[in-house]
């Protein structure tokens, strides 16, 4: 995948040193930005890296925007409902190239709806911490329309526009460690 090869194997996703994150346009004028606390993503990774494969999952109710009262709204029936549909999925189904960088397929089951996504996606390279552990890293992003996964609501403005847009940007910086053995 780049001029550093991942190794054959399985890589589970560090989450001390990863984040998910997100935004969303809010009264048409800036940006909120929150992330998810837990999450839990492997990577297994054949001889060809190009038919690697990544599960991940999200505990839906770890949404944080650091404010609590629009968190709590956000994870209520109105959003996300949370408590009918706590994990959110992503399964991959194919990587190519793009350039220098990739394009990631996949799945993504957000409140009980499976949509394909496609992350950009930038491989980082691999190293080996001082701890003898072999870690890559990579980033990527991509667009999601959250009324394509049934979260619909609409909260219109006076002046045009809504409250919340309905385009949702994710960013993903994530750090693997491969499971020696």
Do not use: C, K
């Not at 839906?60 to 949370?82: G, I, K, M, P």
């Amino acid at each position: 995948m780049s001029d550093q090869q991942l190794e054959p194997g399985t890589w589970r996703i560090d989450t001390v040193h990863s984040i998910l994150g997100f935004s969303v346009r809010h009264m048409m004028v800036s940006r909120v930005r929150g992330r998810f606390e837990r999450f839990d993503a492997v990577l297994t990774v054949p001889e060809d890296p190009l038919r690697s494969h990544v599960r991940a999952t999200i505990e839906a109710d770890s949404l944080n925007t650091d404010n609590e009262q629009r968190d709590n709204h956000v994870r209520s029936a109105d959003f996300f409902d949370t408590a009918t549909h706590p994990q959110w999925t992503f399964e991959s189904t194919g990587i190519r190239t793009s350039g220098e960088d990739f394009l990631l397929d996949g799945e993504l089951t957000v409140r009980g709806t499976t949509r394909p996504i496609e992350l950009r996606l930038e491989f980082n390279g691999v190293t080996r911490d001082p701890y003898g552990m072999t870690r890559a890293g990579f980033h990527a992003e991509t667009e999601i329309s959250r009324s394509a996964f049934g979260v619909d609501i609409e909260m219109p403005m006076d002046g045009g526009g809504v409250v919340v847009a309905d385009r949702i940007r994710i960013d993903i910086d994530a750090e693997f460690t491969r499971e020696e053995g």
